[in-house]
């Protein structure tokens, strides 16, 4: 199996030169389509009951289309917050907040200039926003979710234009324009410019997926100077799970339908949503296995940077899946980002985002 | 040994006619096809490969224009004009269309400018020539992943090195988010992307500048012209073809840059520095819509085309 990206893949099956068993892929980009497409097979009789029950319940529906499972996940990928320890402890906190006021208050005292040449040297809150790939839907989504708002209803019309995702939205550009706690660079980042910032001590707070970027800040010369926390609720009475989720992506395998061996395709992905494969997943690739029943396992816990906050938030986690992907991604960057930069207010950059994307028929 | 006379050389080669005047006869008449449609055979293997690479594909993405081609929604039909009409009605397209008219102009303004400025020093009597050479060409010999990853964090808003200089210059109090504002973000696209192109212009320029007589310049110098006048009515009007050369390719390149655009700005701040070719990849290649993509395709050929042509007109008749 070699590495494709969602352009050749389509091309290969239209031309049925595909000839891949299985597929290792994020359904989030995909999965729909793909499905309408006739390209995948349905995995049902592969998995026993007992194995969906080891899943993460929330993370369930984004593998499924009318009630067929079409994707087995093997990692997941919860959105958390990593924090530099040493400067929240200079501020005076031994934790971190439980909603956003307070977070905007930390945030505040921790934004500062250390050498009074009128620069800040450190910042109190960072993301990242860049308009290239994924990064804004991802991120955008973390403030959605914690908000208590989703994307999409279940008829597929828009819900991320709500009060939620308007209160999400105008939230990411007070810390930038409002509070003044987040670089306005935050824009043009990616989780990698987020990691070094937060490395140097240069942004204090940030949110960032737990995949490369956790193991790199979770190791050494950083790894004592780091917290992570998983993301704050817009008001502290929000319970997880019950007033909302936490964004979570993941990668699963699926069969291919041009498959010459669909059997044995099937057996191996069912194999990869079992105990075995995910906590090889954990404690050898020190991934967010997708299978909870691994989190027991004490040498797993022993090896993966902070096991109890990402099963957390795992099993609270979700994403949703969604027709056009790349082209809502587009556009959602665009507006997101068009409200931090000032350009339109977070209400007309809603309006503008709902419009284009009726525009060009993403739903 | 016989001796063949060959334009205004003279080759020798082997008589392979075991002495039969026969063969000799063949052999001759096949040396003498040989030489007479050299320039045939030898473009012949380079003629295939443009050909294979490039015609084959440009026509076949000609003719895609034509249909609506939706790789996820797996339909493929004959629309005629449709993705043209599309396109015109697109006022993306118009806008990133702008976006590309201003980052090509500015690069092609800039970049040319320098380039000539270059050449002029290197063809003066400048001590160390070979060093600068060398000097000037490092831009092109950095990958342009590198050389985006390297300006990135020269104006890095936090750990930048530009802000860090124009701060202990007293010119800036804080740290500047370059890429955050429309007006610099386009500025410094334009300049990273004349940074990459000066040394290809800057050689093209040199390499014409040396092939003028020094008699000229003698002789001019005996009538007490100076630096200037050399310049505007002897090197100048001398390097026509050259400097059209440089300015049909830096102007092509430039109009058709899809990595430094994509490395540097990824279109932003929003779609403020989004050019075609950004737009093109992101139909083509996330979106799906290969028909629609293959219309923009056609445009954008077409525009460069004229750009061509129109540089051919205004300087290449002249020369």
Redesign the interface.
């Known amino acids: 199996m070699g590495q494709r990206n969602?352009?050749f893949i389509?091309?290969e099956y239209?031309n049925y030169t595909s000839t891949y068993d299985v597929l290792d892929f994020p359904p989030i980009w995909c999965m729909p389509?793909w499905v309408d497409?006739g390209w995948l097979v349905p995995l049902n009789d592969v998995v026993p009951p007992r194995m969906m029950n080891q899943w993460f319940p929330y993370m369930v529906p984004s593998t499924m289309k009318d009630g067929k499972i079409y994707f087995i996940r093997h990692q997941v990928e919860p959105r958390v917050i990593y924090y530099r320890k040493d400067l929240i402890g200079n501020a005076g906190y031994k934790e971190m907040p439980k909603d956003w006021t307070g977070l905007v208050n930390l945030a505040k005292k921790l934004t500062m200039d250390k050498n009074g040449?009128?620069?800040?040297d450190q910042?109190g809150y960072g993301y990242s926003a860049?308009?290239?790939g994924e990064t804004v839907h991802e991120t955008f989504g973390s403030f959605l979710y914690v908000a208590g708002g989703k994307f999409w209803n279940e008829d597929g019309s828009p819900a991320f234009n709500g009060p939620e995702g308007l209160a999400a939205l105008k939230f990411m550009s007070d810390l930038v324009n409002k509070y003044k706690v987040t670089?306005?660079?935050v824009?043009?980042y990616r989780e990698g410019n987020l990691t070094d910032?937060l490395d140097s001590g240069?942004v204090a707070i940030g949110e960032g997926d737990c995949s490369l970027m956790l193991r790199i800040l979770s190791s050494k010369p950083y790894g004592s100077k780091i917290g992570v926390t998983a993301p704050i609720p817009r008001y502290a009475n929000m319970k997880p799970g019950k007033d909302f989720r936490y964004f979570s992506k993941g990668i699963g395998y699926c069969v291919n339908r041009y498959s010459k061996h669909v059997e044995a395709a099937k057996r191996l992905a069912a194999w990869v949503g079992g105990y075995e494969a995910n906590w090889f997943e954990g404690a050898v690739e020190l991934n967010t296995p997708a299978n909870k029943a691994v989190y027991e396992s004490p040498y797993l816990k022993s090896r993966l940077p902070f096991a109890d906050i990402l099963l957390k938030t795992a099993e609270n986690g979700r994403v949703e899946t969604h027709?056009?992907m790349?082209?809502f991604e587009?556009i959602l960057a665009?507006g997101v980002?068009?409200a931090i930069?000032q350009?339109r207010t977070p209400e007309k950059a809603m309006d503008w985002m709902v419009t284009e994307m009726k525009r060009q028929k993403v739903f | 040994m016989k001796v063949y006379p060959l334009r205004n050389r003279v080759i020798r080669i082997k008589n392979y006619s075991d002495g039969s005047t026969g063969m000799k006869k063949t052999f001759t008449r096949i040396f003498n096809f040989v030489d007479s449609k050299f320039c045939y055979i030898s473009t012949l293997p380079a003629l295939i490969v443009i050909v294979l690479v490039v015609g084959f594909p440009t026509v076949l993405n000609f003719y895609m224009s034509f249909f609506v081609k939706n790789l996820m929604r797996q339909a493929t039909y004959f629309n005629g004009v449709g993705n043209y009409v599309s396109l015109v009605q697109d006022p993306v397209f118009w806008s990133y269309l702008a976006h590309t008219g201003i980052y090509t102009g500015g690069s092609v303004a800039i970049g040319f400018t320098l380039a000539l400025c270059l050449a002029l020093a290197l063809n003066s009597e400048i001590r160390f020539r070979p060093f600068f050479i060398v000097a000037i060409l490092l831009p092109w010999m950095t990958p342009a992943v590198s050389g985006c990853i390297m300006w990135r964090w020269i104006i890095h808003d936090i750990y930048g090195l530009l802000n860090f200089f124009l701060i202990k210059l007293g010119i800036l109090h804080q740290n500047f988010f370059w890429l955050g504002n429309s007006f610099t973000a386009t500025l410094l696209l334009i300049l990273v992307d004349a940074w990459y192109r000066i040394p290809l212009s800057a050689l093209i320029l040199f390499a014409g500048m040396q092939r003028i007589p020094l008699e000229l310049y003698d002789a001019a110098k005996v009538d007490g012209a100076g630096r200037w006048y050399f310049t505007k009515n002897i090197t100048i009007p001398l390097i026509k073809p050259e400097i059209l050369i440089a300015l049909v390719i830096q102007s092509m390149f430039t109009f058709r840059e899809f990595g430094i655009p994509f490395l540097f700005t990824g279109g932003g701040p929003g779609d403020s520095t989004e050019t075609l070719a950004l737009y093109i990849y992101k139909v083509g290649n996330l979106f799906l819509r290969e028909g629609y993509a293959a219309s923009l395709s056609v445009v954008m050929f077409i525009i460069i085309t004229i750009f061509v042509v129109g540089y051919f007109k205004a300087i290449g008749e002249k020369s």
């Open positions: 969602e352009k389509p091309v239209r389509d497409a040449d009128g620069n800040i910042w860049s308009p290239t670089p306005p660079g824009i043009s910032l240069a027709k056009n790349s082209l587009d665009k980002i068009s930069h350009d």
